[in-house]
T-cell receptor, first 113, second 112 residues
Framework: EAGVAQSPRYKIIEKRQSVAFWCNPISGHATLYWYQQILGQGPKLLIQFQNNGVVDDSQLPKDRFSAERLKGVDSTLKIQPAKLEDSAVYLC???????????FGPGTRLTVT | QKEVEQNSGPLSVPEGAIASLNCTYSDRGSQSFFWYRQYSGKSPELIMFIYSNGDKEDGRFTAQLNKASQYVSLLIRDSQPSDSATYLCAVNSGGSARQLTFGSGTQLTVLP
């Protein structure tokens, strides 16, 4: 079974530029999560999808971050414009509906200079 | 704001010893507790979960839960250098949405 796929693995941008991350969850996993993990901290939930609907985006900085999962499968997370404090690893995770176990992708390491 | 607290470490133990990792949480309504292992530069992977007070054993790992004290721990017996990683405690949040709130993790080093 293929795991959660994410791309790119690394991205370096200058502040005020935009960036997009892509995630393809495990086949059949209807629930998809985007997390931000700053160095030395635990993952922080940004947004949760159930199929193509948003369950919770209360911790997503909506003035600069946006996410979509239009067809209920893969998802994109965008930052526009980026700030220095957005430097982090962006993790995507997926799970089967009604289960607790979340499977994480390899993450995208973003550096904003 | 629901909080999950862990000692950041680093925690060093000799090979073969028992490593004890601790976690406290603020929300008395929390019902589900998870331990994730994260190797440097890698993504978190689930190693244990516990829902009921008491102990749960899985191989060399034992999770312990005390809801009255709002405390959950992970014991690793016969620690191996390959256990060297950051261990993240996570607690359910978000009601039926099945969300997790993570602690900041404890970095464990097992010395050969």
């Amino acid at each position: 079974e293929a795991g959660v796929a994410q791309s790119p693995r690394y991205k370096i941008i200058e502040k005020r530029q935009s960036v997009a991350f892509w995630c393809n969850p495990i086949s059949g996993h209807a629930t998809l999560y985007w997390y931000q993990q700053i160095l030395g901290q635990g993952p922080k939930l940004l947004i949760q999808f159930q199929n193509n609907g948003v369950v919770d985006d209360s911790q997503l900085p909506k003035d600069r971050f946006s996410a979509e999962r239009l067809k209920g499968v893969d998802s994109t997370l965008k930052i526009q414009p980026a700030k220095l404090e957005d430097s982090a690893v962006y993790l995507c995770a997926s799970s089967l509906t009604g289960t607790w176990e979340q499977y994480f992708g390899p993450g995208t390491r973003l550096t904003v200079t | 704001q629901k909080e999950v607290e862990q000692n950041s470490g680093p925690l060093s133990v000799p090979e073969g010893a028992i490593a004890s990792l601790n976690c406290t949480y603020s929300d008395r309504g929390s019902q589900s507790f998870f331990w994730y292992r994260q190797y440097s530069g890698k993504s978190p992977e689930l190693i244990m979960f516990i829902y009921s007070n008491g102990d749960k054993e899985d191989g060399r790992f034992t999770a312990q839960l005390n809801k009255a004290s709002q405390y959950v721990s992970l014991l690793i017996r016969d620690s191996q250098p390959s256990d060297s990683a950051t261990y993240l405690c996570a607690v359910n949040s978000g009601g039926s949405a099945r969300q997790l709130t993570f602690g900041s993790g404890t970095q464990l080093t097992v010395l050969p």
